[in-house]
């Protein structure tokens, strides 16, 4: 079983991934001499969508070690 901090970890990873992707996305729309302005927008939005994601499994993380945190105090 995969536990809560795992599974944000894991989100943090697949937004970096999908960031590099998009990136690249961007860069080969940009070289392309014809048609290249649907690629570079599509990245874009690529883009966005993994800056979102990381921020989101960054919250969670946050949140999950917080509350492990508070947890440990109150069992001390």
Request: hydrophobic share 50%; aromatic share 4%.
């Amino acid at each position: 079983m995969t536990s809560a901090i795992q599974n944000a970890i894991i989100g943090l990873q697949s937004a970096s991934q999908n960031f590099d992707r998009a990136a690249t996305e961007i860069v080969r729309g940009g070289a392309q001499i014809a048609g290249g302005d649907n690629d570079i927008v599509g990245g874009l939005v690529d883009l966005l969508e993994a800056e979102v994601q990381f921020k989101a499994s960054a919250k969670v993380f946050s949140v999950i070690a917080r509350t492990e945190g508070r947890l440990l105090d109150i069992l001390a």
